[in-house]
């Protein structure tokens, strides 16, 4: 029996114990056999044979696998993990259904582990915000988990950190890995890719460009053209966000002409909102709207579509199309800010709204503020910059303030 099977028999025998609510040492008595010497084997410290197995299995009411269905359900974990690497997630969602049905008799084998960091990390990519609680057993027993395993659990508590808008705590999560002596293939890719994410986020932008381009060449190498086009999407995040809009307009020309085949309609939608907002920000809004038309069903699932279009029809004085568009928008359910982005939008173009268009503005700070959204505070502070530069108020030097701490602009960073 090698030493990663003895820890993970004997990170089983404590779980179920436990579970069982059997003291160490009554449980070692029934053996029978020295509580010290059993303490030993419970943390991998002692080999256990194969006779004793059998009897603690019994006592522990654990089922008896072999050896071609722990090889099987392995194998599916693997597939299920290397489906999301690849965002085939129809794919990894049917898979992961069928896992789900063994979870008794996995949570109950060897596989408890990988089982629950399979969870962990499919939780994760389909419930960016949501609580995870299957990283219990991840934690207690880290101790049992292979090199691999803990840099893949590592690397996804960095992005659940991610997702939940706290790109410095996430950066440290993922700098641990970077100090590692090895990686782990896929796992690596996805490393360099989230780092550039969080660092887009927080202003580091040439240490994002280094790791977005390494995020890029590891796809490439292993044919992920799928995550090559996101990446290449960040590039282009990255120039607007150094005020060169040109070039990352030509980044996304680019990037569609070579990878739409690869992406689905809400692939392409998300790459062309930001497009979109690369070229709202810079106020080019014949090219915004050329951007928009290409848009492909379902874009009304992404919020910050709907700013950009408002915006531009605004600022082209289309304003009866801009009327028939926010009458349109009303069907489809949005965020508060975008509702009430739409409202200020609505009454920029109405002589005497300056103070409903401040109080809506001051009202839309508290509920970003609650809620902790910088990309929708950039449109916020903006506002409120335009509308106390217009009345020569000193407020807005407070806001300009305000938004030279914040980094991004609304712009959806992955799929």
């Known amino acids: 029996m090698n030493t990663d099977e003895i820890k993970l028999k004997a990170a089983l025998i404590r779980k179920r114990r436990i579970e069982l609510n059997w003291k160490q040492e009554a449980f070692a008595k029934s053996l029978p056999m020295a509580n010290s010497s059993f303490s030993e084997m419970e943390r991998g410290l002692r080999p256990i044979t194969e006779e004793l197995y059998k009897t603690i299995i019994n006592k522990l009411e654990l089922p008896s696998l072999n050896k071609d269905w722990i090889e099987d359900h392995k194998t599916l974990m693997s597939l299920i993990k290397e489906k999301l690497y690849f965002c085939d997630y129809e794919t990894a969602s049917s898979l992961f259904k069928k896992l789900q049905r063994q979870e008794k008799l996995l949570n109950n084998s060897i596989l408890f582990l990988e089982y629950n960091l399979t969870c962990f990390i499919y939780n994760i990519t389909y419930n960016n915000c949501k609580e995870i609680k299957t990283d219990k057993y991840l934690k207690k027993y ?193 965020n508060k800010f975008i509702e009430d982005m739409l409202q200020i939008i609505d009454m920029q173009r109405t002589p005497n709204k300056e103070k409903e268009i401040e109080s809506k503005l001051k009202a839309c700070e508290k509920y970003l503020n609650r809620e902790g959204s910088s990309e929708g505070m950039i449109f916020v502070y903006e506002q409120l910059i335009q509308y106390y530069e217009t009345r020569s108020i000193v407020k807005q030097v407070k806001y300009l303030k305000k938004l030279n701490e914040l980094n991004k602009r609304g712009m959806q960073y992955d799929q």
């Open 142 to 334: 880290k101790d049992c988990l292979d090199y691999a395993q803990i840099y893949q659990f590592i690397l996804y508590q960095g992005i659940l950190e991610k997702n939940l808008h706290h790109p410095a705590k996430a950066l440290t999560y993922f700098q641990t890995l970077f100090d590692y002596p090895y990686s782990v293939n896929y796992f690596q890719d996805l490393l360099y890719y989230q780092s550039s994410i969080c660092l887009i986020q927080i202003g580091h932008l040439a240490l994002a460009h280094k790791y977005n381009n390494k995020a890029e060449m590891l796809f490439k190498e292993n044919n992920n053209f799928k995550r090559v086009a996101f990446s290449q999407m960040h590039e282009a995040i990255i120039y607007a966000h150094e005020n060169h809009p040109t070039e990352a307009g030509k980044i996304y020309e680019t990037l569609l002409k070579t990878y739409s085949k690869y992406l689905t309609d809400q692939d392409i939608n998300i790459i062309l909102s930001n497009a979109g907002n690369n070229y709202v920000s810079a106020a080019q809004y014949e090219k915004a709207q050329n951007i928009y038309k290409q848009l492909r069903s379902g874009w009304q699932t992404i919020p910050e579509i709907f700013y950009g279009i408002a915006w531009t029809l605004l600022h082209t004085d289309q304003l009866e199309e801009l009327d028939k568009f926010l009458i349109y928008c009303k069907q489809y359910e949005k």
